[in-house]
């Protein structure tokens, strides 16, 4: 029998993130921009998934649900799934940013989707849109 491991991970994105230049703005339309954070800039804060890492992990490992056909078919691989979190802490705009396969892709999109609110990222004190990456590790053994 197959075993089956997913799970997130979730420092490369902190290392993605804190390698960007400090608050570099990326235009989703005229009106409205989207911060990519800082994390070592002190008046800067990341959006974080309620309870933090661990619990953001856990609720991955939870949600996943392994594609059948990517399963019997020993697809493995690291989805990369990109979205904003809106000033309420909203997750929206998600899309896969580095694919897999399209049953692997879907997943990740749906679980990423199913998050609960998250905590805002911040410039200077106020709550900002913000963009994240996730990468969602899927392996069979």
Known sequence: MKKLFVFALFFAVMASASAQQPV????????D?????????????????PGGEKAMLKFINKNVVYPRTAMDNGIS???IVGFVVEKSGEITNVEVVGKVSKELDEEAVRVVMKMPKWKPGTVEGEPVRSYQRLPIHFQVM
């Open 24 to 31: 570099s703005k990326v235009t989703v339309s005229d009106e």
């Open 33 to 49: 921009i989207v911060y990519t954070i800082d994390n070592e800039l002190g008046y800067q804060k990341e959006a974080s998934f």
């Open 77 to 79: 691989g690291t989805v």
